[in-house]
């Protein structure tokens, strides 16, 4: 059977399973979970893999769960991911009332793409006719949050680093994987059919900031005290003073949320935290503007003679699509979708746990239509199922297809012609030296 054949069959497999598919991610959106927590979204990954007997295992990185579709060889192996998180949006019409998760960020669709890709390859017949295997990977813990909970895990032992792809690479969940494909829903206006390919992201350092001062009676007795808000708000300026100096296409950010700011009103504080990230385009500017906050910060401290600690953790890396992937998606999307259906990407001050991914294979993580609203906020919501579940799901197959029909040729030029941005032993290096 030819690619062109192999694709009408997959795209009409996924088109029969699309009630099964829009009920998992409407069943995920409805109990939406924080990273490393999501263990319902798991539990329901895990029965739609039992469903179509497709063979997985769990506790990747605490939740995450990962299938395995077998090819007529295993000459290649490629990874489909979906993120399995929620952010907090207590005002999102679907969040949890308790914990605030919401799919405001639309990773319950990545994971109905990743499982209809799946269940099409599968339920085809396609994947005895292709040269690889597929893993369809559930991922958990794309949001880099709830920072001091995450970095309690890592002392525990339980993980070391705070985003869930980095930790996956850490242990051993990529090894044997040649490279990996997802979908993030992104808004762009009315044009909701459109994808977005190729371009490059952010990377960051992540950092808890806890300023100590001394307690005193807030009116009675401030000369007695050390008000470590003070100090956390001269530290905070200073960082906006230094600013200026950061370069414009260095997309420089820092954006400091306080999670403690004193304990009673009438005390003077004596413990003030913060959380952050300093992201940059390159590994190059992120450390040279994390040297510039910290010096900053430690302004803060020294002004209103306060202590500080900062702790610098591994965040994410810079994203970098590969472009023979790109230009495959791209001609699916086309195929799917017609020729205005893509746009070239610039590059996007946010970031991704799959930029670390990027640094040691080829991936691709295009931002696709079938939402409305802005991410992280209450209006965000899928408001093109068919765009946002289904159409993904096609379009990722069909490319999987393209790699790994006759004999895996695309695959093996494409790795051929690959050098990665790092060996797995660099990347965990560079890793460890963020501290
Ligand atoms: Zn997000
Ligand atoms: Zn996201």
């Not at 799946?118 to 085809?124: R, T």
């Not at 990996?180 to 994808?195: C, F, I, P, Q, Y």
């Not at 040691?360 to 991410?375: K, L």
């Amino acid at each position: 059977m030819n690619k062109q054949e192999l694709k009408d069959r997959v795209r009409t497999a996924i088109r029969k399973q699309a009630n099964e598919i829009t009920a998992l991610a409407e069943a995920i959106a409805r109990e939406p979970e924080l990273g490393f927590k999501e263990h319902k979204t798991a539990a329901k990954i895990q029965s739609f893999f039992q469903q179509r007997n497709i063979p997985f295992t769990t506790e990747h990185a605490i939740t995450g769960v990962k299938g395995t579709l077998k090819g007529r060889s295993s000459r290649r192996n490629i990874a489909v991911l979906g993120e399995m998180d929620a952010v907090t949006c207590f005002d999102h019409p679907l969040a949890n009332t308790e914990t605030g998760a919401a799919h405001a960020c639309g990773h319950h669709a990545q994971i109905a793409a990743m499982m209809g890709c799946g269940a099409g390859l599968a339920a085809s017949g396609v994947m005895d006719e292709l040269d690889g295997d597929v893993t369809l990977f559930a991922v958990p813990a794309e949001e880099y949050v709830e920072i001091e909970y995450r970095n309690r895990l890592r002392q525990e032992g339980k993980i070391r680093y705070l985003g869930g792809k980095a930790e996956l690479i850490r242990c051993g969940a990529f090894d044997g994987i040649d490279m990996a494909m997802m979908v993030h829903l992104s808004t762009d206006g009315d044009k909701n059919r459109v994808m977005g390919i190729g371009g490059t992201s952010n990377g960051f350092v992540g950092k808890m900031i806890h300023y100590t001062g001394r307690e005193a009676h807030a009116a009675g007795a401030p000369d007695k005290g050390i008000n470590a808000l003070n100090a956390a708000m001269i530290g905070l300026m200073a960082v906006n003073a230094m600013r200026e100096t950061f370069r414009d296409e260095d997309y420089v950010r820092f954006h400091p949320i306080i999670t403690k700011g004193g304990d009673l009103v009438n005390v003077i504080p004596a413990e003030v935290r913060l959380e952050s990230y300093v992201r940059g385009k390159t590994v190059e500017s992120i450390l040279d503007a994390n040297f510039k906050v910290n010096r900053a910060l430690r302004g803060g401290a020294a002004a209103i003679g306060a202590e500080v600690e900062i702790s610098d953790l591994p965040g994410y890396l810079p994203l970098v699509n590969n472009d023979r992937m790109t230009e495959l998606f791209r001609r699916n999307a086309v195929t799917l979708l017609g020729e205005n259906s893509t746009k070239p990407l610039g590059h996007n001050p946010g970031s991704t746990d799959m930029g670390d991914l990027s640094h040691i294979m080829p991936i691709i993580h295009p931002w696709v239509g079938g939402v409305t609203g802005v991410a992280h906020t209450r209006d965000f919501r899928v408001c093109d199922p068919e765009m946002a579940y289904i159409i993904n799901a096609q379009c990722m197959a069909m490319t999987v297809i393209d790699l790994l029909a006759d004999q895996a040729a695309e695959a093996d030029e494409l790795l051929e012609n690959y050098q990665p941005k790092m060996t797995k032993k660099q990347y965990l290096a560079f890793m460890e030296s963020i501290k």
